[in-house]
């Protein structure tokens, strides 16, 4: 069984910028990990993803050069750094791993699921 929890998020003016975290416990594919963002209203999103085991990393086309995701992997630790946020960017992040994603962008590759993180940007 895998557990993560996310934390970092809160509110933010437009502009700024906010660090998650995505720490990982039990038997973690430590292959991928991602994270998604729901906004209200709104289908599940892929944000961004990375390889466990060579650190490539993917971004939604509307995060690139804004986000960046990162591990630690001596803490089973996952991290998005988020800059210049804009109010479109608010929603609930969640933080996801898989045990064997090929496009790493599908909510559907994901095997286990944190419980989310609302990140809220003011205009």
């Known amino acids: 069984q895998v557990q993560l929890v996310e934390s970092g998020g809160g509110l933010v003016q437009a502009g700024g910028s906010l660090r998650l975290s995505c720490t990982a416990s039990?038997?973690?594919?430590?292959?991928?990990m991602g994270w998604f963002r729901q906004a209200p209203g709104k289908e599940r999103d892929f944000v961004a993803a990375i390889n466990w085991i060579d650190g490539s990393t993917y971004y939604a086309d509307s995060v690139k050069g804004r986000f960046t995701i990162s591990r630690d992997n001596a803490r089973d630790t996952m991290y998005l750094q988020m800059n210049n946020l804009k109010p479109e960017d608010t929603a609930v992040y969640f933080c996801a791993d898989s045990y064997g994603a090929t496009w790493f962008t599908k909510d559907y590759e994901y095997d286990y699921w944190g419980q989310g993180t609302q990140v809220t940007v003011s205009s």
């Open positions: 039990g038997q973690t594919s430590r292959y991928a």
